[in-house]
């Protein structure tokens, strides 16, 4: 009696253990090294930059056998998960890919990258090719912890020109032109806007133009410094009432909650026609130079900045989206790994054919004296427009999801997808996003 | 030598040595009560991840308990377990007793119907957010305006859609071990009841049914139970949207930990989840009766 009891314990906790195993996910760190088992490790993102970040590290490998560096990739959602979760396991890579802000900071309170200000000031060549706006947003309480690595991200309109044409419309110069094109185009059967709302980052950059162009960059700033009641500014308001207009307008291609960007879908909605118009990061003319060549080298994509508002404080010149991506370096590497990632920062990164490679991939390098290559290139349209666009801004705001703390930026994500679903009002949204200040 | 023998017979009487079971609970301790012990550890603890690990009483719990989110998922997670049963229990059972007839249409049949079980989750997720896309999926693309619905994205339509998902991949399971139990029922006792004058619909429901018992409570063990570790399929699916329609709660759990970086709260998710599972698996393993190696056959 007493055995059997004790077995229908264990089957029953023997099906819990189902449940459990969920608890072991996320673990894991590289594994079977290819180059060798104390190279440095390096972790990229697919996607635009993969095959000039290949090219580059293939390059490096092939002169510095003894400094090598082991480089795997990830699809951006799940990278930003799984970095931190190996990070905080002390398995992180030896390079650590992010994008400034909170995410950074958080990675220095807590010890994990070095600080590379001593290694700027002995490498004064480093620090001198970068733009010095994009190269500040590595820097937490004045010390550089990260350096960048790729190109300027601004978030751009991008728009179908046939479908344009087709219509006879023009691309939007404010925001009630915007709205008077919505019933224009659904009137053709086309949807007015693509959103990859599943990923609920793409959703931030409406809200993120709105408010900088109705409050001006100062809204966000003050957010950013955790100011209590930063979120009751009444731009965010007005931001978010005009959202779910635009949502109840029905503004965004059906089904857009069900969109993600990891997958692409969202850009092909709009250089199949199925969309008008997209806001999305620089980096997907990159996506779509390589899905869509023909659309894009036909010139049928149109790129243009976000509209003003009426009233509106912001200058029409600001810029939000990514600075560019950075690399750290881990403190937790060993003295080999960390010195073979130094030296590749200095000598393997922005060379001559890994700054023409990420041109001729449709992106701005965020190095200094590239004018003149990127007048040469074929996508110079879109280049000196990207270019021009980040070097002009007198206001560059970061990726909001980026710039605060990982929790508060989860809860922002979270609660503007309920706006976009019309099941909360901008004044729950403020309400509950002020009550992360407090924590 | 007599008492050898009898020690023996006592031996066999008692069943198999519990030694036997070592290896198993080894695993078992190492991966399933030691991660319990830390995550109900951690459940007290604020802890982003990264830095330190704070004692914290008893405030990840009070967040995860106030938050409505939680409660949502409770209420997500209790519609897919009942809905998930309903939709699976039923046709599982009548795909199991139809493929256990030795025609050989039926094994070639019984083959098919398990293959979905070969894919991985993942895959399955990806193909289905594919297929059900309302602008590139099968309804526009095969022209069917009936199928070119915002199936993913419907707060009301989702959470159906996601359960008809993992029926079908999971069915082909369930099929197999009806199919298996149904096979072992002694063909003696229907030629009993054909002599009795029992028709197949009699067949069924007097011997078949009662005779898989057993088979019913394995099989909903592992449906119940197994609805509370879906995570993969429907992560990839819907990522617990649009909202927090199809946020289930080992979903909830893991976008708290990993997404939020909020461990200490993720961990007391954790612990309801194990609580619960506990609970449901101890009840059904109750409505097995007590006497549960006691013979089927009795009085056949």
């Given at each position: 009696m007493k055995f059997r009891r004790l077995q229908t314990a264990a089957t029953a906790l023997t099906a819990s253990a189902l449940v459990l195993s969920?608890?072991?996910?996320?673990s894991g760190g590289p594994s079977g090294?290819?180059?060798?088992?104390?190279s440095a490790t390096m972790w990229g993102l697919t996607g635009g930059n993969q095959a000039s970040l290949q090219n580059s590290v293939d390059a490096w490998n092939s002169v510095h056998s003894d400094q090598s560096i082991k480089l795997e990739f990830f699809a951006n959602d799940a990278h930003k998960t799984k970095v931190r979760t190996a990070v905080g396991a002390g398995q992180g890579p030896t390079f650590i890919y992010g994008w400034g802000g909170g995410v950074l900071k958080s990675y220095v309170d807590a010890g994990q990258?070095?600080?590379l200000t001593g290694f700027l000031e002995q490498n004064p060549q480093v620090r001198d090719r970068y733009l010095p706006s994009v190269l500040k947003?590595?820097?937490i309480d004045g010390k550089t912890y990260a350096v960048p690595n790729n190109n300027a991200q601004p978030v751009v309109l991008y728009y179908n020109k046939e479908v344009f044409d087709k219509v006879g419309a023009q691309p939007p110069k404010t925001w009630d032109e915007l709205m008077a094109l919505v019933p224009k185009f659904k009137a053709a059967g086309i949807a007015p806007f693509s959103l990859a709302?599943?990923?609920?980052?793409?959703?931030?950059m409406w809200l993120e133009y709105l408010v900088e162009r109705i409050g001006g960059p100062e809204v966000f700033a003050d957010i950013a410094v955790n100011k209590?009641?930063?979120?009751?500014?009444p731009a965010v308001v007005e931001a978010l009432t005009k959202i779910q207009e635009l949502v109840e307008a029905g503004?965004?291609?059906?089904?857009f909650s069900s969109i993600a960007a990891d997958s692409s879908a969202d850009q092909a909605l709009m250089y199949t026609g199925k969309a008008a118009m997209i806001l999305q990061g620089g980096w997907i003319y990159q996506g779509m130079k390589k899905d869509a060549p023909g659309f894009v080298s036909s010139g049928k994509l149109g790129f243009t900045t976000f509209p003003t508002v009426s009233g509106?404080?912001?200058?029409?010149a600001n810029v939000v989206g990514n600075p560019s991506n950075f690399w750290s370096v881990s403190s937790k590497g060993t003295e080999a790994q960390k010195a073979a990632a130094l030296n590749y920062i200095k000598d393997g990164m922005f060379t001559e054919k890994n700054t023409q490679d990420l041109i001729d991939s449709g992106a701005v390098p965020?190095?200094?004296?590239v004018e003149s290559k990127l007048e040469a290139s074929p996508d110079k349209d879109f280049l000196t427009f990207a270019y021009g666009m980040a070097k002009n801004a007198p206001d560059f705001t970061m990726s909001w999801d980026q710039a605060l703390s990982p929790a508060q930026g989860d809860a922002m994500l979270s609660n503007l997808d309920q706006i976009f679903l019309k099941k909360i009002t901008p004044q729950q949204f403020v309400e509950t996003m002020n009550a992360t200040v407090e924590k | 030598m007599a008492s050898m023998i009898s020690t023996r017979r006592r031996a066999l009487s008692r069943g198999p040595?519990?030694?036997?079971a070592v290896p198993a609970l080894v695993f078992f301790l190492v991966f399933a009560v030691i991660p319990l012990v830390g995550v109900l550890f951690l459940s007290f603890t604020s802890w982003d991840g990264l830095g330190e690990i704070r004692l914290d009483g008893m405030s990840s719990w009070a967040a995860v308990l106030t938050d409505p989110v939680t409660g949502n998922a409770l209420v997500v997670t209790a519609k897919i377990i009942v809905f998930s049963f309903i939709a699976q229990a039923p046709i599982s059972l009548l795909l199991g007793v139809f493929t256990s007839g030795a025609q050989k249409y039926r094994a070639a049949l019984a083959v098919l119907y398990f293959?979905?079980?070969?894919?991985?989750s993942a895959a399955v997720a990806i193909a289905f957010k594919a297929l059900l896309d309302?602008?590139?999926?099968?309804g526009p693309g095969l022209g069917i305006p009936a199928l070119t619905q915002d199936w993913l994205g419907n707060s009301d339509l989702v959470l159906f859609v996601v359960v008809f998902v993992i029926a079908w991949q999971f069915v082909p399971f369930h099929t197999l071990i009806y199919q298996g139990g149904v096979r072992q029922i002694p063909a003696s006792l229907y030629e009993a009841a054909q002599i009795d004058g029992a028709g197949r619909i009699k067949q069924f429901f007097h011997v078949t049914l009662p005779q898989l018992k057993y088979t019913m409570i394995t099989s909903s063990t592992l449906m119940v139970v197994g609805s509370l570790a879906y995570f993969d399929l429907v992560f990839v699916l819907t990522a617990g949207g649009p909202g927090y329609s199809t946020r289930l709660l080992p979903l909830h759990m893991y976008l708290t930990g990993f997404?939020?970086?909020d461990m200490g709260a993720a961990s007391a998710l954790g612990v309801i989840l194990v609580v619960i599972g506990l609970v449901l698996a101890l009840l059904l393993q109750r409505l097995g009766g007590r006497n549960r190696s006691a013979s089927q056959l009795e009085g056949a």
């Amino acid at each position: 009696m007493k055995f059997r009891r004790l077995q229908t314990a264990a089957t029953a906790l023997t099906a819990s253990a189902l449940v459990l195993s969920l608890a072991a996910c996320g673990s894991g760190g590289p594994s079977g090294g290819s180059v060798s088992a104390d190279s440095a490790t390096m972790w990229g993102l697919t996607g635009g930059n993969q095959a000039s970040l290949q090219n580059s590290v293939d390059a490096w490998n092939s002169v510095h056998s003894d400094q090598s560096i082991k480089l795997e990739f990830f699809a951006n959602d799940a990278h930003k998960t799984k970095v931190r979760t190996a990070v905080g396991a002390g398995q992180g890579p030896t390079f650590i890919y992010g994008w400034g802000g909170g995410v950074l900071k958080s990675y220095v309170d807590a010890g994990q990258v070095e600080d590379l200000t001593g290694f700027l000031e002995q490498n004064p060549q480093v620090r001198d090719r970068y733009l010095p706006s994009v190269l500040k947003n590595g820097e937490i309480d004045g010390k550089t912890y990260a350096v960048p690595n790729n190109n300027a991200q601004p978030v751009v309109l991008y728009y179908n020109k046939e479908v344009f044409d087709k219509v006879g419309a023009q691309p939007p110069k404010t925001w009630d032109e915007l709205m008077a094109l919505v019933p224009k185009f659904k009137a053709a059967g086309i949807a007015p806007f693509s959103l990859a709302g599943q990923s609920k980052w793409p959703n931030l950059m409406w809200l993120e133009y709105l408010v900088e162009r109705i409050g001006g960059p100062e809204v966000f700033a003050d957010i950013a410094v955790n100011k209590p009641g930063a979120w009751s500014d009444p731009a965010v308001v007005e931001a978010l009432t005009k959202i779910q207009e635009l949502v109840e307008a029905g503004g965004f291609v059906n089904g857009f909650s069900s969109i993600a960007a990891d997958s692409s879908a969202d850009q092909a909605l709009m250089y199949t026609g199925k969309a008008a118009m997209i806001l999305q990061g620089g980096w997907i003319y990159q996506g779509m130079k390589k899905d869509a060549p023909g659309f894009v080298s036909s010139g049928k994509l149109g790129f243009t900045t976000f509209p003003t508002v009426s009233g509106g404080k912001g200058d029409p010149a600001n810029v939000v989206g990514n600075p560019s991506n950075f690399w750290s370096v881990s403190s937790k590497g060993t003295e080999a790994q960390k010195a073979a990632a130094l030296n590749y920062i200095k000598d393997g990164m922005f060379t001559e054919k890994n700054t023409q490679d990420l041109i001729d991939s449709g992106a701005v390098p965020v190095v200094k004296g590239v004018e003149s290559k990127l007048e040469a290139s074929p996508d110079k349209d879109f280049l000196t427009f990207a270019y021009g666009m980040a070097k002009n801004a007198p206001d560059f705001t970061m990726s909001w999801d980026q710039a605060l703390s990982p929790a508060q930026g989860d809860a922002m994500l979270s609660n503007l997808d309920q706006i976009f679903l019309k099941k909360i009002t901008p004044q729950q949204f403020v309400e509950t996003m002020n009550a992360t200040v407090e924590k | 030598m007599a008492s050898m023998i009898s020690t023996r017979r006592r031996a066999l009487s008692r069943g198999p040595s519990g030694w036997l079971a070592v290896p198993a609970l080894v695993f078992f301790l190492v991966f399933a009560v030691i991660p319990l012990v830390g995550v109900l550890f951690l459940s007290f603890t604020s802890w982003d991840g990264l830095g330190e690990i704070r004692l914290d009483g008893m405030s990840s719990w009070a967040a995860v308990l106030t938050d409505p989110v939680t409660g949502n998922a409770l209420v997500v997670t209790a519609k897919i377990i009942v809905f998930s049963f309903i939709a699976q229990a039923p046709i599982s059972l009548l795909l199991g007793v139809f493929t256990s007839g030795a025609q050989k249409y039926r094994a070639a049949l019984a083959v098919l119907y398990f293959v979905p079980l070969l894919l991985s989750s993942a895959a399955v997720a990806i193909a289905f957010k594919a297929l059900l896309d309302p602008n590139f999926g099968m309804g526009p693309g095969l022209g069917i305006p009936a199928l070119t619905q915002d199936w993913l994205g419907n707060s009301d339509l989702v959470l159906f859609v996601v359960v008809f998902v993992i029926a079908w991949q999971f069915v082909p399971f369930h099929t197999l071990i009806y199919q298996g139990g149904v096979r072992q029922i002694p063909a003696s006792l229907y030629e009993a009841a054909q002599i009795d004058g029992a028709g197949r619909i009699k067949q069924f429901f007097h011997v078949t049914l009662p005779q898989l018992k057993y088979t019913m409570i394995t099989s909903s063990t592992l449906m119940v139970v197994g609805s509370l570790a879906y995570f993969d399929l429907v992560f990839v699916l819907t990522a617990g949207g649009p909202g927090y329609s199809t946020r289930l709660l080992p979903l909830h759990m893991y976008l708290t930990g990993f997404k939020a970086n909020d461990m200490g709260a993720a961990s007391a998710l954790g612990v309801i989840l194990v609580v619960i599972g506990l609970v449901l698996a101890l009840l059904l393993q109750r409505l097995g009766g007590r006497n549960r190696s006691a013979s089927q056959l009795e009085g056949a």
